[in-house]
């Protein structure tokens, strides 16, 4: 189940979790389709059926650039902590081919909040974790687990390259 990929999901009820892959609509994006755009408000998240996603920023103001920061296939997850708050996107989401994904709204989120006491709790402590630490997370994007005999440790894993590619792109920002 893709809920169980986001850390603050895992510990809403089954209930709840229904209610939120129910709320899911399936669309189609054309390549070159941008999910989401820098500066734009993240209002939806993504989990992505099939088709690859690029995570791209550009590289300055003066060069119409982009570097590529990662691609993302089936059973990423984009936009989960961010579209919770009506956040602004740090990142371009592009479509580099075709892609099908299950898309879920931030009103369709609010609806489930406003009934369910556990997505409430999820909602307080995304809020915590992306407004209060010292350096925010720019990059917001859950990895694929392609390895499933060792799914607990890749998932680990997956999660540290992000806070690494974070890492980058918050020293990077200060450069720029």
């Not at 510990?11 to 709840?16: E, G, H, N, R, Y």
């Not at 920061?69 to 989960?80: D, F, P, Q, T, V």
């Not at 580099?96 to 709204?105: D, R």
């Not at 992000?162 to 450069?175: E, F, G």
């Amino acid at each position: 189940m893709a809920c169980d990929k986001i850390e603050y999901f895992r510990s809403l009820s089954f209930m709840t979790k229904q209610e939120i892959i129910h709320s899911m609509e399936r669309i189609t994006y054309e390549k070159e389709h941008l999910l989401c755009e820098k500066d734009q408000i993240a209002d939806k998240m993504f989990v992505i059926q099939e088709g690859i996603v690029e995570v791209a920023c550009s590289y300055s103001p003066k060069i119409d650039q982009q570097f590529i920061i990662e691609r993302l296939g089936r059973g990423a997850i984009i936009n989960h902590r961010s579209f919770m708050l009506k956040d602004d996107a740090d990142t371009d989401f592009r479509c580099l081919t075709t892609v099908s994904c299950f898309l879920l709204t931030v009103d369709k989120l609010d609806a489930i909040r406003e009934k369910k006491q556990d997505m409430e709790i999820a909602y307080d402590t995304v809020e915590a974790e992306v407004f209060k630490p010292k350096f925010p997370l720019a990059l917001d994007y859950i990895f694929h687990n392609n390895n499933e005999r060792d799914y607990e440790e890749q998932i680990k894993k997956n999660q540290l390259r992000v806070k690494l590619k974070n890492a980058i792109m918050q020293t990077w920002s200060r450069v720029k």
